[in-house]
């Protein structure tokens, strides 16, 4: 059963937005993760400190949260690990053929209004609804 968590969603989406907000602001950079990421790989990119400094924030920010509050923040999967690895290599694939991932195209994109994006982002919200569809409801699973 998937938990329902509205204030740490919301706390969590509104330091997303404005984490996007401020690259934008600073940086005229979209804040998309593969993109980053991809910049930190070799050959790495000539403006690899910002890429560093974004990608350690979005690491440290919840040990942040677990040092603050003293609650650790948990992670569990019902799904066998070779299964999310196939998983996040489909996505790769995804992201790959869709010109950028989640972060790019549903939190900057749409908010740039790019058609692009828009179309993007309601094709892979889509297709994790019939999955989730399929999984629970067809094949009986987690």
Same mark, same amino acid.
């Given at each position: 059963?998937?938990?329902?968590?509205?204030?740490?969603?919301?706390?969590? =989406?509104?330091?997303?937005? #404005?984490?996007?907000? #401020?690259?934008?602001?600073?940086?005229?950079?979209?804040?998309?993760?593969?993109?980053? *990421?991809?910049?930190?790989?070799?050959?790495?990119?000539?403006?690899?400190?910002?890429?560093?400094?974004?990608?350690?924030?979005?690491?440290?920010?919840?040990?942040?949260?677990?040092? #603050?509050?003293?609650?650790?923040? =948990?992670?569990?999967?019902?799904?066998?690990?070779?299964?999310? *690895?196939?998983?996040?290599?489909?996505?790769?694939?995804?992201?790959?053929? =869709?010109?950028?991932?989640?972060?790019?195209?549903?939190?900057?994109?749409?908010?740039?209004?790019?058609?692009?994006?828009?179309?993007?982002?309601?094709?892979?919200?889509?297709?994790?609804?019939?999955?989730?569809?399929?999984?629970?409801?067809? #094949?009986?699973?987690?």
């Amino acid at each position: 059963m998937t938990a329902f968590t509205p204030l740490a969603s919301f706390v969590g =989406g509104t330091m997303i937005g #404005l984490a996007a907000v #401020l690259l934008m602001a600073f940086h005229g950079r979209i804040a998309g993760m593969t993109g980053i *990421i991809t910049g930190l790989l070799p050959p790495v990119s000539a403006d690899w400190g910002w890429r560093a400094a974004f990608l350690a924030g979005a690491v440290a920010a919840p040990l942040a949260v677990t040092l #603050l509050t003293g609650t650790p923040i =948990g992670f569990e999967s019902p799904v066998p690990t070779p299964w999310l *690895i196939v998983g996040g290599l489909i996505v790769g694939v995804g992201v790959y053929f =869709g010109s950028g991932c989640t972060s790019g195209h549903g939190v900057c994109g749409i908010a740039r209004l790019s058609p692009r994006s828009i179309a993007a982002t309601l094709t892979f919200m889509a297709t994790a609804i019939a999955t989730v569809f399929v999984i629970r409801h067809v #094949l009986g699973g987690f």
